[in-house]
């Protein structure tokens, strides 16, 4: 029998801790979120409750479910208060150095039995864990974005992460958020990112190479391959610069040439042209994240 996870403190809310945190309250979940930045933190809420308002707008929500999710999410300003939760999921900037410090304060102050877990997408559980006293309640819990839409969950493993943590996770995924989990051992990109990026970092090239326009690129894998996006408008929407990091950080590691970054994804970042959450990227999008032209 698995000890019940029934309170779970989400640490960032952007992109995906705004996703997470609006799936697991969904659930029937009591959430916590821990921002260091305030501004940051009220445009987290503030886009969890413009995602509930167009859930109503498309009859998926009612008004009194709203309320009732809003209400099962709370913010806290300090560690401590992430205590009494069963499992903590990280989701802050793919950072090392930064992780590492998040995930020496739980080992602090959480209880043993509590799940410690990462949203990274490419940084090593191995050596997240290795800061903490107990590594073997570390895990990877790997939401595809966007999280309310994919079923889809990686469960990954790090070196020292024992088989109970793996089994309280994968009883979690499975049976208390009913989402699909696939289990992975460690490995930089995982599945899911690995393959995504150079599906991207290729449609890059085509477009380098001037063989398509990236509108008729998306088409093209939208239409024929039943895509719910093509390949330049999930970049946008994952974050140009989360992107280019990840391939980054997959070329330090592999060293193969295929995971080299595009010249016109680095050109991109650093006009500040990061997709969705800048409102320009390879497309243009609105402030509630929708697309204009």
């Not at 326009?213 to 093209?220: C, Q």
Request: with cysteine.
């Amino acid at each position: 029998m698995h000890r019940m996870i029934k309170k779970v403190g989400v640490i960032g809310i952007g992109t995906m801790g705004q996703g997470i945190a609006e799936m697991l309250a969904s659930k029937g979940l009591d959430v916590f979120i821990l921002e260091q930045s305030e501004e940051r933190l009220r445009y987290g809420l503030q886009m969890i409750e413009i995602s509930l308002d167009k859930q109503i707008e498309k009859w998926a929500l009612t008004n009194s479910e709203k309320k009732l999710i809003l209400s099962r999410i709370d913010s806290v300003s300090y560690y401590e208060e992430l205590a009494s939760c069963e499992l903590v999921i990280e989701t802050i900037t793919e950072e090392l150095e930064a992780k590492k410090e998040v995930f020496r304060k739980l080992d602090a102050i959480c209880s043993e039995s509590t799940i410690l877990a990462s949203n990274t997408s490419t940084l090593s559980l191995t050596e997240l864990a290795s800061v903490t006293a107990t590594p073997d309640r570390v895990i990877g819990i790997h939401f595809i974005y966007p999280v309310l839409k994919v079923d889809l969950v990686e469960i990954v493993r790090g070196l020292k992460t024992s088989e109970e943590t793996f089994a309280r996770t994968k009883h979690f995924v499975d049976e208390i958020i009913m989402k699909k989990s696939v289990m992975v051992f460690e490995s930089p990109g995982f599945v899911t990112t690995r393959l995504i990026c150079l599906f991207i970092n290729e449609a890059l090239h085509v477009l380098e190479e001037g063989v398509a326009s990236a509108e008729d690129i998306d088409n093209a894998m939208r239409i024929g391959y039943s895509f719910s996006h093509g390949p330049f408008e999930m970049a946008d929407r994952f974050g140009l610069d989360s992107v280019l990091a990840a391939l980054e950080r997959m070329f330090r590691e592999y060293g193969e040439l295929k995971y080299r970054p595009s010249i016109v994804l680095k050109k991109m970042v650093r006009g500040g042209h990061l997709g969705v959450k800048s409102g320009v990227g390879f497309f243009q999008y609105d402030k509630d994240g929708d697309r204009i032209s």
